[in-house]
């Protein structure tokens, strides 16, 4: 049998577990209901609504979102290495 302390450690680690997974399910319904979240969240749920019963099922879905990921991300290198560049001429 573990000894006490050990016990009283791992139960300390659950509750903190818990109290930031509580803290970040509020921080997320905070977010979700700004009006401008949730229109996002409403818009990507009938894109993969329609991508689900008009491309092609769940295929397609995981291409459309694949491209999606790679262009956002490319449009953060970009914007990023603008901000460098501008940063770096007002230098």
């Keep these: 049998m573990p000894p ?3 016990i009283a450690a791992a139960q300390l680690r659950v509750a903190q577990a818990r109290g930031e997974l509580r803290s970040g399910l509020r921080a997320l319904g905070a977010t979700l ?3 401008c979240s ?3 969240a409403a818009a990507a749920g009938a894109v993969v609504g ?6 092609g099922g769940s295929g397609a879905l995981a291409r459309g979102l694949v491209a999606g990921v790679l262009r956002q991300g490319m449009h953060a290198v970009f914007a990023t290495a603008r901000y ?8």
Excluded at 50 to 55: E, K, N, Y
Excluded at 84 to 91: G, H, N, Q, V
């Design 4 to 6: 006490p302390a050990s």
């Design 33 to 35: 209901s700004q009006p």
């Design 38 to 40: 949730l229109l996002a």
């Design 50 to 55: 329609f991508s689900l019963v008009r491309v």
């Design 84 to 91: 460098r560049l501008a940063r770096r001429a007002s230098m």
